[in-house]
């Protein structure tokens, strides 16, 4: 069964700064899909970045990107320019890719980011 | 932007009741999922729906637990006997490819 492993419990950044968090993952599929769903205060699950395995280009969204080592089976999540609404649980995501049908999320137990002002 | 929505934001009920939460997925979406995520814990799939069936599901969905679409917009989960330990936030989430959209979750107090 494939497995996210997030080893920070918690993190804190301060405001401007970078911060890295990190997973990694087990599996023995070589097609699949990874997320970063970021979780405030409200409880919400919000999708911050998406990374396709087949693709080697890290993907990027504003100031989220990701470094993606497959064969590291590394999947970190890089906040650049940090805002105190970036402070929430970030959890890591691995889903499987199966043609046809589709599969359920695979989720590590999640990241606590304290932004300090 | 469309979005997954669902009903109610906050449910309490009493050991033994039976619940029912309510999800409408992305419209034009055909996978379905509800997800529970206890207090402080990671989130953890309980069960897909593709075509009116049950896709996959977990070891937490037992025969207390069951869903259904009964027309073409809801999406319900229906614990039937609910325990302290069902005390839970309840995602539902819904996809058309590869990723999954959430709702902003039921919490649910089971006394």
């Known amino acids: 069964a494939q497995t996210v492993t997030q080893s920070q419990p918690e993190m804190s950044v301060q405001e401007a700064e970078t911060v890295t968090l990190s997973c990694t993952y087990d599996?023995?599929?070589?097609?699949?899909?990874l997320f970063w769903y970021k979780q405030p205060p409200s409880r919400q699950m919000i999708l911050v970045i998406r990374?396709?395995?087949?693709?080697?280009q890290n993907a990027t969204e504003n100031r989220f990107s990701v470094n993606f080592q497959k064969a590291a089976k590394s999947f970190s999540l890089k906040i650049s320019d940090s805002q105190l609404g970036d402070a929430a649980m970030y959890f890591c995501?691995?889903?499987?890719?199966?043609?046809?049908?589709?599969?359920?999320?695979?989720f590590g137990k999640g990241t606590r980011l304290s932004v300090i002002a | 932007e469309p979005e997954v929505t669902q009903t109610p934001s906050h449910q309490v009920t009493q050991m033994g009741q039976e619940v029912i939460l309510r999800c409408v997925p992305i419209?034009?979406?055909?996978?379905f999922y509800w997800y529970r995520q206890i207090l402080g814990q990671k989130v953890e799939f309980l069960v897909s729906?593709?075509?009116?069936?049950?896709?996959?599901k977990s070891e937490i969905f037992d025969d207390q637990f069951s869903v259904e679409r009964p027309d073409g917009s809801n999406f319900t989960l229906k614990i039937r006997s609910t325990k302290l330990e069902d005390s839970a936030m309840y995602f539902c989430?819904?996809?058309?490819?590869?990723?999954?959209?959430f709702g902003p979750g039921t919490r649910l107090l089971v006394l």
């Open positions: 989430a819904s996809t058309g490819e590869e990723t999954q959209y």
């Open positions: 599996t023995s599929e070589s097609d699949y899909y």
């Open positions: 990374q396709e395995a087949y693709k080697q």
């Open positions: 995501a691995y889903k499987a890719l199966r043609r046809p049908g589709n599969t359920p999320l695979v």
């Open positions: 419209s034009n979406h055909l996978y």
């Open positions: 729906f593709y075509n009116n069936e049950i896709s996959e």
